[in-house]
């Protein structure tokens, strides 16, 4: 079975300092990834995903992630933060075949940004 | 634009309560998902179902079931409510079932059962 780690439950930063989230899976074949925001009082929205390919995705918003496949990580970065980035940030781990497109997710880093 | 959408943002109940929580996407999509949130603990799977009538225990099933009579809708049940119960619960839909796919989110019910 697979699953997901967010070693970093809370990350405080300041407002136009870089920004890297960690993500660490375990999963035994290659894995579909996804990093999703959810600002306060919101449902989740996708940030960006991995499936195969160039092992840097862009995605929305001005994010990037990398897959290591040698570390097992898919962490987030953001060159430059913005106060509205502060929301919590979940990573997650699909399977193929028969897994009915279920989602296995991470604990969520919550982002703080101060001015 | 994809919607799903959740028919109570908040909601709160007394123990032993049967309660109703429903989930409307306009997508077309095959697979609905029912989790819910708690702090630290990120998402968890409660249910899912990949087609009108079908449905899945997904990792914390207990204490909760499912119905889905029509494509768009997928309604998830407690019983009888009980306080370990109070939580977020969102629902999310996607179109296939690839690994691959996106899932869309609703905006959540946070349920509080006193």
């Known amino acids: 079975a697979q699953s997901v780690t967010q070693p970093d439950i809370h990350i405080t930063v300041s407002e136009g300092a870089s920004l890297e989230l960690r993500c660490n899976y375990s999963?035994?074949?290659?894995?579909?990834l996804f990093w999703y925001v959810q600002s306060p009082g919101q449902g989740l929205q996708l940030l960006l995903k991995?499936?195969?390919?160039?092992?840097l995705v862009q995605g929305i918003k001005g994010f990037e992630a990398e897959f290591k496949r040698s570390q097992s990580s898919f962490n987030l970065r953001k060159p430059s933060v913005h106060w509205s980035d502060a929301a919590e940030y979940f990573c997650a781990v699909g399977a193929g075949g028969t897994s009915y497109g279920k989602l296995t997710f991470g604990q969520g880093t919550i982002l703080t940004v101060h001015p | 634009d994809v919607k799903v959408t959740q028919s109570s943002r908040y909601l709160v109940k007394r123990t032993g309560e049967k309660v109703f929580l429903e989930c409307v996407q306009d997508m077309d999509h095959e697979n609905m998902f029912w989790y819910r949130q708690d702090p630290g603990l990120g998402l968890r799977l409660i249910y899912f179902s990949y087609d009108v009538k079908m449905k899945e225990k997904g990792d914390i099933p207990e204490g909760y079931s499912v119905s889905r009579e029509k494509k768009e809708r997928f309604s998830l049940i407690l019983e009888s409510a009980s306080t370990n119960q109070t939580s977020m619960y969102l629902c999310?839909?996607?179109?296939?079932?690839?690994?691959?796919?996106?899932?869309?989110f609703g905006p959540g019910t946070r349920l509080t059962v006193l």
């Open positions: 991995y499936f195969s390919g160039d092992t």
């Open positions: 999310a839909s996607s179109f296939g079932g690839s690994g691959r796919d996106t899932q869309y």
């Open positions: 999963y035994g074949a290659t894995p579909y």
